[in-house]
């Protein structure tokens, strides 16, 4: 299996730039989360969806932060307009039901905001 | 929600020697406990986990324990190689999510 796949790797934009973060799930997997990694705060959720659907955005900083699931191979988490203090890793990681509750995770998105 | 608190920050120790963390959490409902360990510039990868009915698991050179009156939860690695250096997370499930501990830096010295 190739795993959680995110895209792109590594990211420098202005401040004011719109960002989106690319993943694709482990095929099978019916849920994918999105999380936030920085230096201050650790390992944040963002957002999660079950079959496509978001369940829980309480996560999500602020109105500049936006995630889609337009279907079981693809999410997107939009930042727009980006802010430094959004410089972080994101991560995004799947799991499905069935295998109990085992979440893997991506190799993230290094996004860096000047 | 669930808070999960993790020590020590960081950890040193002499190859060969054994690597103990800690972690608490608050939610009497989280019933799985994974660790994941964080190689640099490297997404978290699962290392072991436990659940809620089990006291101890453990693989190769690696364990942990569940305490669940107490809400604690630890890993051990025993004869640490320098490849066990890394960034080590403990988490708790609970209402379909995970949370994560703040981390330990573990430091294997040759």
């Known amino acids: 299996d190739a795993g959680v796949i995110q895209s792109p790797r590594h990211e420098v934009t202005e401040m004011g730039q719109e960002v989106t973060l690319r993943c694709k799930p482990i095929?099978?997997?019916?849920?994918l989360f999105w999380y936030r990694q920085t230096m201050m705060r650790g390992l944040e959720l963002l957002i999660y969806?079950?079959?496509?659907?978001?369940?829980?955005d309480s996560g999500m900083p602020e109105d500049r932060f936006s995630a889609k699931m337009p279907n079981a191979s693809f999410s997107t988490l939009k930042i727009q307009p980006s802010e430094p203090r959004d410089s972080a890793v994101y991560f995004c990681?799947?799991?499905?039901?069935?295998?109990?509750?085992?979440?893997?995770f991506g190799e993230g998105s290094w996004l860096t905001v000047v | 929600g669930e808070n999960v608190e993790q020590h020590p920050s960081t950890l040193s120790v002499q190859e060969g020697d054994s690597a103990v963390i800690k972690c608490t959490y608050s939610?009497?409902?989280?019933?799985?406990f994974p660790w994941y360990k964080q190689e640099l510039g490297k997404g978290p990868q699962l290392i072991i986990d436990?659940?809620?009915?089990?006291g101890e698991k453990k693989d190769q050179r690696i364990a942990v324990t569940l305490n669940k009156t107490a809400k604690h939860f630890s890993l051990h690695i025993t004869e640490t190689q320098p490849e066990d250096s890394a960034v080590y997370f403990c988490?708790?499930?609970?209402?379909?999510?995970?949370?994560f501990g703040a981390g330990t830096t573990v430091t294997v010295r040759a």
């Open positions: 990681a799947s799991r499905v039901f069935e295998a109990g509750n085992t979440i893997y």
């Open positions: 095929s099978g997997h019916d849920y």
């Open positions: 969806f079950n079959n496509n659907v978001p369940i829980d």
């Open positions: 939610d009497s409902a989280s019933n799985y």
């Open positions: 436990i659940r809620s009915n089990v």
């Open positions: 988490a708790a499930f609970n209402d379909y999510k995970l949370s």
